[in-house]
């Protein structure tokens, strides 16, 4: 049997594509980033939050380098780039997903021109990359308090020591 792709593909956006593709969606348009290396209850659930503040979100991952260089381990990303673009890709928050390779998002930031740019609780907002120039721009910069404290790094040494 031969079935065609899954329909959340056409959600992965190349960097380079990204101005384009913002444009066909609805504003209020939110921005977040992040690894997302192994999904949990604690990204779903910051993910869903998020894109309540607005129509449409977007959604750039760290590259397997620029996880690497964040230090959070030499094992560090547990999935590549595909698989956390596919995982992220299949959630019904997300209208788009892509990646960068720097250190930070700021170049997809500047592709998208956000109307709400999030980060997790963990951030203040005056240390979020491109809070000063979405605020420039008329947008608002949120930090979304977490509401289950879990995370990757957590859930891999919990694996690992069983």
């Known amino acids: 049997m031969n079935l065609p792709p899954p329909a959340f593909e056409n ?5 380079a594509e990204l101005a384009q593709r913002v444009a066909t ?3 209020p348009l939110v921005f977040t980033n992040g690894c997302f290396d192994i999904l949990h209850r604690g990204h ?4 869903a939050q998020a894109a309540a503040l607005g129509a449409a979100m977007v959604v750039a991952l760290n590259s397997d380098a620029s996880v690497r260089r964040l230090g959070k381990g030499e094992d560090r990303p547990v999935n590549a780039l595909a ?16 990646w960068f390779e720097e250190d930070t998002p700021l170049a997809r ?3 998208c021109r956000p109307d709400v740019l999030v980060k997790g609780g963990d951030w203040p ?18 930090s979304i308090p977490f509401r289950h404290q879990t995370s990757t790094t957590a859930l891999l040494e919990k694996v690992r020591r069983l």
Do not use: F, N, Q
Not at 83 to 98: E, F, K, N, P
Not at 126 to 141: F, L, M, Y
């Open 25 to 27: 969606l609805p504003r």
């Open 44 to 47: 779903v659930t910051y993910l």
């Open 109 to 111: 930031i500047l592709d």
């Open 11 to 15: 959600k992965i956006v190349a960097p």
């Open 83 to 98: 698989d956390r673009l596919a995982v992220m890709a299949a959630l019904g928050s997300v209208a788009l997903v892509t």
């Open 125 to 142: 907002v005056d240390k979020i990359v491109g809070a000063a120039e979405v605020s420039a721009g008329g947008g608002r910069v949120v």
